[in-house]
């Protein structure tokens, strides 16, 4: 069983790429993130607002893994948790090979599903330049690899702080791969 923990938790009242860190987040069962942009029970970002705003918000949580930090270092990107626009940074979890509707039991109470992978887009370049194309990758036979993190929606309140641990539930057998959301 995979394990893990919270390094940082990021809000932003408002549609801003980087969310700044704080002391804790509550996560809200069907919302997300008490305060965040991004909470609410149909899509909030404002690219899919614009197609169709009765979608279901799959997008209520961003997780990245600080492992993907320390790689775009190593690369020359100089990145902190939440510069990306994550709520809650990991260390410890795979969290791109985790399947979906895996469930992260984070700190005491809160339940996050996983619901797909978050799809770069061009204001990772606004931020840094050429940091787009070092989030994505391809696989042995040529396949994009997105690497910006996954996306999830809470199943179960709580507050969450850095230091919280995170155990990772997988879901019933046959495991379906991420697909970007």
């Known amino acids: 069983m995979q394990s893990g923990v919270v390094m940082q938790v990021s809000v932003s009242a408002s549609h801003t790429f980087s969310k700044p ?8 069962a069907g919302l997300g993130v008490e305060g965040d942009a991004h909470m609410g029970t149909t899509v909030k970002h404002r690219s899919r607002v614009a ?8 997008r209520q949580v961003h997780l990245i893994h600080a492992e993907l930090h320390d790689e775009l270092r ?16 990991t260390r410890g979890i ?23 992978l978050r799809n770069p887009c061009a204001q990772l370049d606004h931020y840094q330049q050429g940091l ?37 539930e997988l879901p ?4 379906h791969k991420l697909e970007r959301v």
């Not at 860190?21 to 809200?28: G, K």
């Not at 969290?95 to 996983?114: F, N």
């Not at 036979?141 to 702080?161: D, F, P, Q, W, Y």
């Open 94 to 116: 795979d969290l791109l090979g985790l399947p979906r509707g895996a469930r992260l039991h984070i700190g005491e109470q809160a339940v996050v599903e996983i619901t797909g």
């Open 172 to 175: 019933p057998l046959p495991h």
């Open 51 to 58: 197609v169709d705003p009765t979608q279901p918000n799959l």
């Open 74 to 89: 190593e690369r020359g990107f100089d990145l902190l948790p939440g510069q990306m626009g994550e709520n809650i940074t």
């Open 21 to 28: 860190n704080v002391v804790s987040i509550r996560l809200l």
């Open 132 to 168: 787009t194309a070092a989030v994505l990758g391809r696989d042995e036979a040529g396949n994009l690899i997105r690497k910006a993190g996954v996306m999830g929606v809470v199943l179960v309140s709580g507050e969450t702080h850095p230091g919280d641990t995170i155990r990772v």
